[in-house]
T-cell receptor, first 112, second 116 residues
Framework: NAGVTQTPKFRVLKTGQSMTLLCAQDMNHEYMYWYRQDPGMGLRLIHYSVGEGTTAKGEVPDGYNVSRLKKQNFLLGLESAAPSQTSVYFC???????????FGPGTRLTVL | AQKVTQAQTEISVVEKEDVTLDCVYETRDTTYYLFWYKQPPSGELVFLIRRNSFDEQNEISGRYSWNFQKSTSSFNFTITASQVVDSAVYFCALSEAIGGNTPLVFGKGTRLSVIA
């Protein structure tokens, strides 16, 4: 049981490049979330999904897109990366009936 | 709107001292959950505790204890006899209602350094 995994762990992009972060969970959780963590800011919600095929915006969605084609996967895309998107990205999931979230190990993204 | 305030940005203590991390929250809901997470230097987020708004009993787990007081909207976390391994950033978080889509709202965290 791997829990929540994230791919890749580290990535360096140039401004304007695109990439996709993959989150996978094997706990059959309905809800999945993408957060970003910046120094002194805590964790801020980017997008979330309440089930396969559904997504919604969080607190800081601009510059990101997401997809949830399969229940176990939640993808975060950056179409045209900007230096302001340099951050650590965390994925989380939880069962529908519980509010406790389980987090992946994080992806450290640097945009030059 | 929900809000979580962790007024202590950084705390340093000497090993074996007790330390309390403060958390104050704001919510208009009568039903909500409060959480504490630990983020050690390795970076992962580790769930510590969940408390629902109907249960004001204090909780103790080994050297950790939590004090939930609705009257002051606080959910404070105490580590007794701190150890170097307790050094981490600790986040308090709030989630309104039970079930449904209730993303966690996090405080900005308190960095605890325990010095040997």
């Amino acid at each position: 049981n791997a829990g929540v995994t994230q791919t890749p762990k580290f990535r360096v992009l140039k401004t304007g490049q695109s990439m996709t972060l993959l989150c996978a969970q094997d706990m059959n959780h309905e809800y999945m979330y993408w957060y970003r963590q910046d120094p002194g800011m805590g964790l801020r919600l980017i997008h979330y999904s309440v089930g396969e095929g559904t997504t919604a915006k969080g607190e800081v969605p601009d510059g990101y897109n997401v997809s949830r084609l399969k229940k176990q996967n939640f993808l975060l895309g950056l179409e045209s990366a900007a230096p302001s998107q340099t951050s650590v990205y965390f994925c989380a999931s939880r069962l529908a009936a519980y509010n406790e979230q389980f987090f992946g190990p994080g992806t450290r993204l640097t945009v030059l | 709107a929900q809000k979580v305030t962790q007024a202590q940005t950084e705390i340093s203590v000497v090993e074996k001292e007790d330390v309390t991390l403060d958390c104050v929250y704001e919510t208009r809901d009568t039903t909500y959950y409060l959480f504490w997470y630990k983020q050690p230097p390795s970076g992962e987020l580790v769930f510590l505790i969940r408390r629902n708004s109907f249960d004001e009993q204090n909780e103790i787990s080994g050297r950790y204890s939590w004090n939930f007081q609705k009257s002051t909207s606080s959910f404070n976390f105490t580590i007794t006899a701190s150890q170097v391994v307790d050094s981490a950033v600790y986040f308090c978080a709030l989630s309104e209602a039970i079930g449904g889509n209730t993303p966690l709202v996090f405080g900005k965290g308190t960095r605890l350094s325990v010095i040997a």
